[in-house]
């Protein structure tokens, strides 16, 4: 049976249908969004910044956990707002999607069995639209209408981080959405970069074999669960699928579309900004051909990601904007990221696990250190012998559920796999290099992890080709007596330390 989960302390909270009304509700949540009108450069500024601030994971230290943040004073801009970090951490993301931080995987896995279509609704009831600069205009330049940053000083240019992609199949109208690397190229152009099997990617291959463009509008400032929502995969959500219904299941009601202004596409009708425009067949351009740094930007592995020599090309011919738009961005490789790919990749294999083998899996943790898609941690709960295989199979099952996946960690019931010291712990005590571990070699990964090539591994025969492990840190079952952690008395520590604690609960 599938039960939303209303948290107490959440069940009397407005609900959110934008980035405003979540806003409004981080405003509420003591230590969760900072404002600041100190001036900030969105080169390489902003994100140095947040990087001290919030940005988490796999980011250059220090950084930390922190709020997320809006800056109202951007240099250049001064009718602009940037956001950064509304997910940096899984505390937050709960606080936006009405669960507890650990349901999150169950919460968003439940969202895919109770999806919602998306609906249409007419123009004058999407904000989105209230404020429209056509690119026909010679004074347009969204170089100077959106303040798109960039993350480090050898970016290859400014990057619209966040912007989520809508296109649909030219043979069955099918609509997809998908986040990707955009680039700003010019006054009227971005670059795209699509990684290997991305399904928008299809999409303008099949136009471009007609020779046509294919239309797409690129949406930013939305309801986080629209966001995370899109950040599910194959075979979680095949081709054909709209992943804009995940997000109608998170919220129980539909994300609401609207027609764009100048291209035969949708938009989303609540967008802060909306950039209209259609991917050009048979046009390429260098990611850095302004500075040639040959980087693009930091992405999820921790590393600056090479500059793409030739991506397709996006030509802008309309920008849309609310009323005091906010841009919203993510500072990467950050925690943000990972909840973003992460908590939809725990999803999917919680789903597939549970329906192979129901009750066995607990827990799944795409942990930060994989950027939410590289690295794994399952928590299963054996009661037999014949357990110690099905741990592995459950293993097995997550490699093929998520292809990006390159790194399964097992534990037993007893082990938190949020904890990270408590994961090392069992990898310490209760796993043998010789005995533990088994190896998936040649088996298609992620392009952007710099290990996943014939450079680093011989054996490998292309870019993005791995070797997948699997770490099995779970004690044989029959020597768990020989593995049962020192048990402490169970006491109620509250009246000892109620600053602590929230309180004296005598």
């Not at 948290?7 to 404002?35: C, N, V, W």
């Not at 670059?191 to 239309?215: C, N, T, V, W, Y």
Request: net charge negative; with cysteine.
């Amino acid at each position: 049976m599938n039960q939303r989960i209303e948290p107490a302390h959440l069940q009397q909270t407005e609900p959110i249908d934008d980035l405003r009304s979540a806003l409004k509700r981080l405003a509420q949540a003591p230590g969760q969004l900072l404002e600041t009108r100190h001036e900030v450069d969105p080169h390489a500024q902003l994100a140095g910044v947040y990087r001290h601030i919030g940005a988490g994971g796999t980011v250059e230290r220090p950084t930390r956990l922190g709020p997320a943040m809006i800056f109202n004073n951007v240099k250049g801009y001064p009718q602009s707002r940037v956001l950064v970090g509304l997910m940096a951490s899984r505390k937050r993301v709960g606080l936006l999607l009405d669960a507890e931080p650990r349901q999150l995987t169950q919460r968003m896995a439940q969202a895919v069995h109770n999806a919602i279509d998306p609906v249409s609704v007419p123009r004058e009831a999407a904000p989105c639209q209230e404020t429209v600069y056509l690119a026909s205009d010679p004074a347009f330049d969204l170089r100077k209408l959106i303040p798109a940053p960039t993350n480090t000083e050898s970016d290859a240019g400014p990057f619209l981080c966040l912007g989520l992609v809508l296109g649909s199949d030219p043979d069955t109208g099918h609509a997809d959405v998908t986040i990707h690397r955009l680039c700003v190229q010019g006054r009227d152009e971005l670059s795209i970069f699509f990684a290997p099997g991305r399904h928008i990617d299809a999409f303008r291959q099949k136009a471009e074999a007609r020779g046509e463009a294919l239309p797409v509008s690129v949406n930013m400032g939305l309801d986080p669960a629209i966001h995370i929502g899109a950040c599910f995969e194959a075979p979680t959500t095949p081709f054909g699928f709209d992943e804009l219904s995940i997000a109608g299941g998170l919220r129980g009601k539909p994300v609401e579309l609207v027609d764009c202004v100048s291209v035969k596409q949708k938009s989303i009708a609540r967008a802060e900004i909306v950039i209209e425009g259609e991917i050009l067949p048979n046009v390429r351009v260098a990611e850095d051909q302004h500075t040639h740094t040959g980087h693009a930007m930091p992405e999820f592995p921790g590393y600056n990601g090479p500059a793409n020599p030739a991506l397709p090309v996006i030509k802008v011919k309309a920008i849309t904007m609310r009323h005091g738009a906010i841009m919203q961005t993510l500072v990467g490789p950050g925690e943000e990221h990972t909840n973003l790919a992460g908590i939809p990749t725990e999803a999917s294999i919680y789903n597939a696990v549970q329906a192979a083998m129901p009750g066995f899996v607990s827990q799944v943790y795409a942990h930060t250190a994989g950027g939410g898609k590289l690295l794994a941690v399952l928590q299963v709960n054996k009661q037999s012998a014949f357990d110690d295989g099905r741990a592995r199979q459950a293993a097995i099952i997550a490699l093929g559920v998520y292809s990006e996946l390159k790194h399964v960690i097992l534990v037993d019931a007893d082990v938190d796999p949020f904890d990270t010291d408590d994961v090392m712990w069992a990898m310490t005590t209760r796993y043998q290099g010789d005995v533990s571990t088994v190896f998936v070699p040649k088996v298609n990964g992620h392009v952007l992890d710099p290990s996943q090539t014939p450079e680093f591994n011989p054996a490998l025969p292309a870019r993005g080709v791995t070797c997948k492990t699997i770490f099995d840190c779970t004690a044989p079952y029959h020597l768990r007596d020989e593995f049962v952690r020192a048990k402490f008395k169970e006491v109620d520590p509250r009246p000892f330390a109620p600053t602590l604690f929230g309180g004296d609960h005598e």
